[in-house]
């Protein structure tokens, strides 16, 4: 069911999240609701933090590569290239998302346990683990909302670079949306993740 309601508090105000665009899709699709992050090497804090609980997902294509990902969803790269190509270069926001957990992890045993709900290799999996190897890598658990269409809005000079965190210049006021995954569906997927996490 679409909703048209106001929206929460960072989405109102343009907060986004750069994520690759085939994560995205992967999140948009259900195959995964968590994502996997650390400070960008801009991070003016220099670790990661959540900037606001909800917040856009807006999409980066620069550092997709297909040997990154599982062989499943390496298409992804290209559909999502090919999109951007079709609108003319311009970002195609599809959805925001409201962190439901923050989950720190330190060690390999534990990320070793995500491994099935996620759609990046381990090799690299374990690298995000590494680098800054004294900041944990962030697992935020994600309950995303899908737009009723994409919007496209211009790529600007302030979304580019190494940061994690963009506040959005141009974004839909009161497009529909509706959450990808029902209630019953994401309490089901959350249980299932912490109890791989023990």
């Known amino acids: ?23 995205i899709e992967a999140l948009l699709s259900g195959r ?4 996997l992050r650390k400070g960008g090497i801009a991070e003016e804090t220099r670790d990661f933090r959540l ?6 997902l807006l999409p980066t294509y620069e550092h997709q590569r297909e040997h990154l990902l599982k062989e499943d969803v390496r298409p992804l790269i290209a559909r999502t290239l090919a999109e951007r190509e079709a609108a003319g270069g311009a970002l195609l926001l599809k959805a925001w998302a409201e962190a439901v957990r923050d989950i ?3 060690d390999e045993e534990t ?6 709900f996620h759609i990046w290799t381990e090799t690299f999996a374990d690298e ?3 680098w800054k190897r004294t900041k944990p890598l962030h697992v935020l658990v994600l309950r995303v909302h899908a737009l009723e269409e994409p919007i496209a809005i211009p790529h600007r000079e302030s979304y580019a670079g190494c940061k994690s965190w963009v506040r959005l210049e141009d974004f839909p006021a009161g497009a ?7 209630d019953d569906e994401f309490r089901r997927r959350e249980a299932e993740l912490l109890n791989a996490l023990g």
């Not at 106001?6 to 907060?15: E, F, H, K, L, Q």
């Not at 995964?32 to 994502?35: N, V, Y």
């Not at 990320?111 to 099935?116: C, G, H, N």
């Open 32 to 35: 995964q609701t968590i994502l």
């Open 128 to 130: 995000r683990l590494h």
């Open 111 to 116: 990320l070793a346990r995500l491994d099935r």
């Open 176 to 182: 529909p949306f509706r959450p990808v995954l029902t």
């Open 104 to 106: 720190e992890v330190t």
């Open 51 to 56: 900037a606001a609980p909800r917040f856009w």
């Open 1 to 23: 069911m679409l909703e048209k309601v106001t929206r929460p508090a960072g989405v109102r105000d343009g907060t986004a999240l750069k994520e690759w665009a085939s994560a």
